[in-house]
């Protein structure tokens, strides 16, 4: 009975702790990452969290979060995780990239 009481009374008088509260994502310099920005800005205001951004070229974007320097990638291709291993996937989807082709005459392939 006193172990319950006593772990009652730090979940009662032990105030929460929280994360930080603001977060660092690296991005490659490209259109399709400025839109997953914004995704994640709304989101994570939402939730009450600052997040900043930085731009990168594609490779040193994935180096960057890779080694910790970031928080976290803005968005990149399933499986990405397989060569560099400190990433983490967060199984959310903020983006979608769809390829069309268009041709003017018909072509045999």
């Known amino acids: 009975m006193f172990t319950f009481l006593f772990f009652l009374a730090l979940l009662v008088l032990v105030r929460p702790i929280y994360a930080q509260q603001s977060l660092l994502f690296s991005g490659a310099k490209d259109p399709i990452t400025d839109i997953s920005r914004q995704v994640l800005l709304e989101a994570y205001q939402?939730?009450?969290?600052?997040?900043?951004?930085?731009?990168?070229?594609?490779?040193?974007?994935l180096v960057t979060a890779n080694s910790g320097k970031t928080d976290g990638e803005l968005g990149r291709i399933k499986g990405i995780e397989a060569d560099y291993p400190n990433l983490l996937r967060v199984p959310?989807?903020?983006?979608?990239?769809?390829?069309?082709?268009?041709?003017?005459?018909?072509?045999?392939i």
């Open 46 to 61: 939402r939730m009450g969290i600052e997040i900043q951004t930085q731009q990168f070229p594609s490779v040193r974007s």
């Open 92 to 108: 959310v989807v903020i983006n979608r990239v769809e390829g069309v082709v268009f041709l003017r005459e018909i072509i045999k």
